[in-house]
C-alpha cells in the first residue's frame, strides 16, 4: 500500500484505534479498592483511559470534561453513565506509577520485531513556570522552563524503546547506559548517537552487547583505552576521514531521531500544561505511549 493510502486509513481509524489501545493498556493499572468506604464509580483504570484521550485532543481538563458530555461514545465504552469531575482527573494523574508508564510503551514497542538500528538523542518541552519577569526581578532564573526527554527510537519503525524524564541541567550521556537496557539488544547492530553521548564507558556498553558504535566523536579526543577497548578503536577509525566514516556507517541515520521529535511536538504540542514536576513527567510519558499507538496504527496500515 502506497504512503498516501496507509495515511488516510490511519487517520481514519485513528480515534477507534486510540480507544481501543488504551483499553487494553488500562488492564495493567493496578484497580485498588479500600474494603470501607464508598463504591468507587471511577477506577484509576478508567481515569487513565481518559487521561489519554485528554492529552491526545491537547484539550484542558474542564474543556476535556466539556467535550465527554457532548460525545458519550467514550463514556459508554468504559461502561460510565457520566462524565468524572476535572478535579478527579487532575488527581488521577499523581496516582499514576511512572514505572507503569515506561512498561506500557514498552509493551507496544514488543508488538514489532526487535530493532537493528536505533538512534538515541534528547529534546526539551517548555511550561510556562518561572517567567521571564520573576528572572528579571530576583536577578536570577528561578526554575528551569523545560524538561529534557531522552528517547531511543527504533530509526525503522520509528517507535520509542525507552525513555527518560530530566528536570535538572546536565550531559546526556550519562542516560545513555540505562535507556539502552530497556531496549532489546538480541538483534541490535548498530546505535546512533551525537557528540554529546561519547564516553568510555558507553562506547564499551554497545561494544559488548555486539552493536556497533555510531556515536560521533568530539574533536581532540585522545584515543587512550583505559580499559575501554571499544573506545580506541572507534577513536582511531574515525580520526584520519571523519566524512568517510559517517558514509561507510550510514551515520545520517541518526537525524531521524529528530522526526520522532517532530512528531511528537505536532501531534501533542512542545509544550507542558502540568504545574508540577511529578505530573509533568508523567505526561511526557503518556505522551510517549500516544506516540507509539500512533504509530502502531500507521504500521498496520502499511502492511508492516
Not at 488516510?8 to 477507534?16: D, P
Not at 457520566?82 to 514505572?99: E, G, I, N, V, Y
Request: aromatic residues 10%; glycine residues 6%; proline residues 5%.
Amino acid at each position: 500500500m502506497s504512503y498516501s493510502k496507509s495515511y488516510n486509513a490511519a487517520k481514519t481509524r485513528r480515534y477507534h484505534f486510540l480507544l481501543n489501545e488504551l483499553i487494553s493498556l488500562c488492564n495493567t493499572v493496578p484497580d485498588i479498592r479500600h474494603p470501607h468506604g464508598r463504591p468507587i464509580q471511577f477506577p484509576l483504570p478508567t481515569l487513565f483511559v481518559l487521561l489519554g484521550l485528554k492529552f491526545d485532543m491537547g484539550l484542558g481538563y474542564r474543556d476535556f470534561i466539556a467535550y465527554l458530555t457532548f460525545n458519550p461514545y467514550p463514556l459508554d465504552r468504559l461502561g460510565l453513565d457520566r462524565a468524572p469531575h476535572f478535579s478527579l482527573l487532575h488527581k488521577a494523574m499523581k496516582r499514576l506509577d511512572t514505572q507503569l508508564l515506561h512498561g506500557m510503551y514498552e509493551l507496544l514497542a514488543r508488538k514489532r520485531p526487535p530493532p537493528k538500528t536505533i538512534a538515541v538523542d534528547a529534546t526539551g518541552f517548555s511550561h510556562s513556570t518561572g517567567g521571564e519577569w520573576m528572572s528579571l526581578r530576583f536577578k536570577k532564573t528561578l526554575k528551569r522552563r523545560f524538561h529534557a526527554l531522552h528517547n531511543v527510537i527504533d530509526t525503522d519503525t520509528f517507535l520509542i524503546h525507552g525513555s527518560r524524564v530530566t528536570a535538572r541541567p546536565g550531559g546526556d550521556a550519562k542516560y545513555m547506559i540505562a535507556l539502552m537496557r530497556r531496549v532489546r539488544s538480541s538483534d541490535l547492530e548498530t546505535v546512533y548517537g551525537d557528540k554529546a553521548y561519547i564516553s568510555r564507558e558507553n562506547v564499551q556498553f554497545i561494544v559488548d552487547l555486539g552493536a556497533y558504535p555510531g556515536i560521533e566523536p568530539k574533536k581532540r579526543l585522545r584515543a587512550r583505552s583505559r580499559g575501554y577497548r571499544g573506545y580506541k578503536e572507534l577513536i582511531m577509525e574515525y580520526r584520519p576521514d571523519p566524512e568517510e566514516w559517517k558514509l561507510a556507517h550510514d551515520y545520517g541515520k541518526r537525524n531521524l531521531v529528530e522526526t520522532v521529535f517532530s512528531m511528537m511536538k505536532v501531534s501533542f504540542t512542545g509544550s507542558l500544561s502540568s504545574r508540577r514536576n511529578r505530573q509533568r513527567r508523567r505526561e511526557l510519558l503518556i505522551k510517549v505511549v500516544l506516540h507509539n499507538i500512533q504509530r502502531l496504527n500507521f504500521l498496520e496500515c502499511a502492511g508492516r
